[in-house]
């Protein structure tokens, strides 16, 4: 039984540090995305994640760049979708395609590096 304390206490200190995992148990109340029937990514998007992986084998640097400014941008749009909804102005519909795109930049920049 402790060890199932244990599992449980860490996974939530696990979801607490990190906050993408927090924003995405905020809006879902669940620590995992979907395995099946998850968000659709724009295919633009997935085009341009696409693109960068190709890149990032001639330009590892520039790749990295433009990861990080797409990352930050995301990541713009998650603070103000959150601030929305504190101000009780919005809702967290988007949060899971946000932080879905945000994990197809991170293995972009990951695969630069």
């Given at each position: 039984?402790?060890?199932?304390?244990?599992?449980?206490?860490?996974?939530?200190?696990?979801?607490?540090?990190?906050?993408?995992?927090?924003?995405?148990?905020?809006?879902?109340?669940?620590?995992?995305?979907?395995?099946?029937?998850?968000?659709?990514?724009?295919?633009?998007?997935?085009e341009a994640v696409f693109d960068l992986q190709m890149e990032a084998?001639?330009?590892?640097?520039?790749?990295?760049?433009?990861?990080?400014?797409?990352?930050?941008?995301?990541r713009a749009r998650l603070d103000s979708l959150f601030s929305a909804w504190?101000?009780?102005?919005?809702?967290?519909?988007?949060?899971?395609?946000?932080?879905?795109?945000?994990?197809?930049?991170?293995?972009?920049?990951?695969?630069?590096?």
């Amino acid at each position: 039984m402790s060890l199932q304390w244990t599992a449980t206490v860490n996974e939530a200190k696990r979801v607490l540090t990190d906050d993408l995992l927090r924003a995405g148990y905020l809006a879902t109340g669940r620590t995992q995305p979907r395995e099946e029937g998850g968000p659709q990514l724009d295919p633009d998007f997935l085009e341009a994640v696409f693109d960068l992986q190709m890149e990032a084998r001639s330009d590892p640097s520039g790749v990295r760049a433009r990861a990080e400014a797409l990352r930050a941008g995301l990541r713009a749009r998650l603070d103000s979708l959150f601030s929305a909804w504190e101000a009780g102005e919005g809702a967290l519909d988007a949060v899971e395609t946000l932080l879905a795109q945000l994990r197809y930049i991170d293995k972009a920049v990951d695969r630069a590096s």
